[in-house]
């Protein structure tokens, strides 16, 4: 099943797993699912957590169990765009809610969904940690802090 991933992944997997001890294989599993997901279009499919388990000689089930606990990672396809709105108590206080009820009235669609035209994933997430300018959101790699529903809209109107 490791054939599934690419030269280019197996080298960046193997760059970081001299960073452990031989033994701990396993302390590269975040790094190597990241890899392998950013190399697929940014999600995992089910045969490629288990590659990624292979590759690092750890059960399939060690590898499921990272993928599906951390919101990072996509275990269906996702938009060109993921909006990751911040859920954390900061985030709450100051009204995630409501930015999470215009996005999703703005897009037409619910959270864990994906515009039809492939553009937006919309996804509540737990701490982003950047409490201090709350409510915020994270598009791809990019944060967004101190949003209002016009904001939003603003940001929403720069991405292609």
Known sequence: MTELLSKEVKAEIDRWLKKYPEDQKRSALLPALRFTQEANDNWLSEDLVKAVAEYLDQPHIAAFEVATFYHMYNLKPVGRYQLNVCGSISCK????????????????????????DGKFTLKEVGCLAACVNAPMMQINKDYHENLTPERVDSILETLE
């Open 93 to 116: 206080l100051c009204d995630c809610k409501g930015i999470v009820d215009h996005l999703k009235q703005k897009l037409d669609i619910n959270v864990g969904d994906t515009t039809k």
